[in-house]
């Protein structure tokens, strides 16, 4: 265990040499800044014209998750770039990478695509069962619906592929923070249809308890899956990227060998 997080980290420090910061920094900002603004258009204008509770759906909730991520990124890559002797710099340091990596393994990887596919799967068979047609004509809700359901795949690709997030130490651990937070939505879903006959999502309306329970045990169950396929994956791209490294090395060696013959 020792030795994989050695590993994980050695690969990070690579990454954070071979990239450029400033694109990194770049990009946690802009996403930072479109997150921000999607979050204040559902709580300030959505909510306020067309439902009192904007929490009430999973992806406001994401939309907030994703606001966090990147302003505890932003500030990383802000504290990165000043060289301080200072303890409290490393221990906030430390604490923000922490912050940054459980957000990233234990809620926008695993729910970014299973948010972007059942949206769009709902959309795309019953448009105004999954969005009301007076909402659809509102100007912002294609900016805003695009953001949320579509820009959160892409930034978490490039999130992926760019950066090395470090898994928790146990899958079991991990799975269990993430699930912290899917089963309060569940049950926060759940009070709101039971004690406020406010259903979020129409295919639960005609449904009896059980069949709820069964369909959020399913999605735990799909969640729980994108979690274990990020942490494989993750593994998978840092062997890959070690090796791509020693391979390219070598390379330039022999090339350099030739050049003096």
Known sequence: M???????????????KSFPKVVVTLFHATSLFAYSWSLYIELFHFAH?????AFKFATVWFNLFCVVYH???????????????????????????????????????????FICLSFWGCFLMD????????????K???????????????????????????????????????????VG??????IRGIVYNDWTYS?????????????????????VSNYCLGEILS??????ERKLSQFLQTQYACFQKMKEI
Not at 127 to 138: E, F, N, S, T
Not at 141 to 167: E, N, P
Not at 205 to 222: F, H, R, S, T
């Open 203 to 223: 295919i639960l309306q005609p449904l009896d308890g059980i069949q709820i329970l069964l369909m959020y045990i399913v999605g735990n169950c799909i969640l």
């Open 71 to 113: 302003l505890c990124a932003s500030l990383k890559c802000a504290l990165e770039k000043r060289k301080s002797t200072v303890h409290i710099h490393k221990t906030l340091l430390k604490l923000l990478t922490l912050v940054e990596d459980r957000m990233f393994t234990c809620i926008i990887f695993p729910q970014a695509p």
């Open 140 to 182: 912002y809700w294609i900016y805003a619906t695009h953001l949320q359901h579509t820009y959160i795949v892409l930034t978490m690709l490039f999130d992926f592929l760019v950066k090395q997030h470090q898994y928790c130490k146990s899958r079991i651990l991990g799975i269990q923070t993430m699930l912290v937070f899917t």
């Open 127 to 138: 448009p105004i069962g999954a969005v009301p047609l007076h909402v659809q004509r509102d």
């Open 2 to 16: 020792e030795r994989k997080k050695r590993e994980m980290e050695g690969t990070r420090l690579e990454e954070e």
């Open 235 to 240: 593994s998978l791209k840092s062997k890959w």
């Open 185 to 190: 939505y569940n049950i926060l879903l759940t």
């Open 49 to 53: 014209h067309y439902y009192s509770f």
